[in-house]
């Protein structure tokens, strides 16, 4: 039976890190390929019944997700959160109640279906808000407890 080791040459862990990269890019590119093909050969409608749809918008949610983690590690420390909640959720409202309002002007459309519309992106667009403010107070603790 082999046994596994622990990779402990930073060399080797890069290596891996973007061996992995690249296999994630061409399974990426690989499912927008059946994809594209669905949508051309079915249309949309029979694109997105495809069980691969649903593996791509997960997976580019959570890649997007992990990466907000990175953007806040980058970002300056000075940056406060609380202000970045309130600017950011200004913002979300104006755009969702736009969204909603824009959704009332069709023929068909009625004001129920611009109240859902609307609740439907402020609440996706609240979601990162709020895990972009847990990142940016969490990491303005820790570099008010190093100093």
């Not at 046994?3 to 061996?19: C, H, S, T, W």
């Not at 409608?45 to 997960?58: H, R, S």
Request: hydrophobic fraction near 45%.
């Amino acid at each position: 039976m082999i046994k596994l080791q622990k990779i402990r040459d930073e060399r080797l862990k890069m290596k891996n890190l973007q061996n992995i990269r690249t296999a994630y890019i061409l399974q990426t590119i690989g499912i927008l390929g059946i994809l594209a093909y669905d949508w051309i050969t079915k249309g949309i409608e029979g694109m997105t019944k495809n069980p691969l749809w649903f593996v791509f918008i997960l997976t580019a949610v959570i890649s997007a997700f992990l990466s907000l983690d990175i953007s806040v590690a980058h970002e300056d420390s000075e940056k406060s959160p609380n202000k970045g909640l309130i600017v950011s959720l200004a913002v979300l409202v104006l755009i969702s109640f736009c969204i909603g309002y824009l959704n009332t002007l069709g023929e068909e459309l009625n004001l129920k279906n611009g109240f859902i519309l609307g609740g439907v992106v402020f609440i996706c667009g609240l979601i990162p808000i709020l895990y972009i403010y847990y990142l940016r107070k969490k990491s303005n603790d820790e570099h008010s407890d190093e100093e």
